[in-house]
């Protein structure tokens, strides 16, 4: 008996359950057993451990996380999907440990299990919001493995100073070290998106912040990024007070005041937003 789902059994479920698949949802679903696998393998997941997943969709991938014998959450906003779920796996891996959490993602909190990995192929409208809500709720998450529209994957793993370096490859290196894994072809999905995919992974190391100094260095990252054409101190008047003060808190954090957003860590922007914290007044 098949594992995996392959393009025929993907048809059969969409119409038993008479989906038509929603871009507002994101709902492009893998058709392809052997991507699967690759992103099974590239994530590394073992017999055992706790994977969760978000969005799990008509569950290829779930499938496939099931099969290396790791527990499964998956996290499913779609009512539909969600309940079919459980009975595809029962017919196909009647062994596998899976537990489904019928829920917008960004609402999770709580899990039953404490996940040691995740691995998703994001809805693209929400992949970096969901990202970092999970790494910020889940601290039991030392690594994940997620597909996502390319572009969005090469600026989660962009260092300062590169083109596509923004607000979510700064945010994103506050949890870890993130690298790109290779681009995925369109037509593994359906139906076919107008996007190419890529994986991109990550390692938790997390910088040695509070959550008020996370949230302080966030606001930061967010007015650096609003107006790139501007001189950074211009920038963050808007958290800081006036270009002014600004200026002088790049200063005491070891900046210079002429420094751009785009050539900034997430260190730089943490040590700002420790200088504004120290600063009297
Ligand atoms: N994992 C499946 C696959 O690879 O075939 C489906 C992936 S599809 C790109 C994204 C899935 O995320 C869909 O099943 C969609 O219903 C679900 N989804 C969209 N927004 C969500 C949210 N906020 N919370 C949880 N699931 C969501």
Known sequence: ???????????????LLDIQPTKK?????????????????VAGVVTGETAVEIGPGLGSLTLGLLETGADVVAVEIDKRLAAQLPITVAEMQPEAKLTVITEDAMKVTELPQSPSVLVANLPYNVS????????EHFPSLTRGLVMVQAEVGERLAAPPGSKVYGAPSA??????????HGKVSRQVFWPVPNVDSILVGFDREELPGTEEERLATFAIIDAAFQQRRKM????????????????????????APTSRGEE???????????????APG
């Open 171 to 180: 945010k994103a290196a506050w949890y870890g070290n993130w690298k790109t």
């Open 128 to 135: 970096v919001p969901v990202l970092l809500h999970f790494l």
């Open 25 to 41: 949802l994101g709902q492009n679903f893998v058709i392809d057993a052997n991507t699967v696998r690759r992103i099974v393998r």
């Open 264 to 278: 900034l860590t997430v260190l730089d922007f943490l040590a700002i937003a420790r200088a504004a914290k120290a």
């Open 232 to 255: 950074l101190r211009q920038s963050l008047s808007v958290v800081l007070g006036d270009s002014a003060t600004a200026s002088t808190l790049m200063e005491a954090a070891g900046l």
């Open 1 to 15: 008996m098949a594992t995996l789902l392959g393009p025929a059994e993907i048809r059969d479920l969409a119409e």
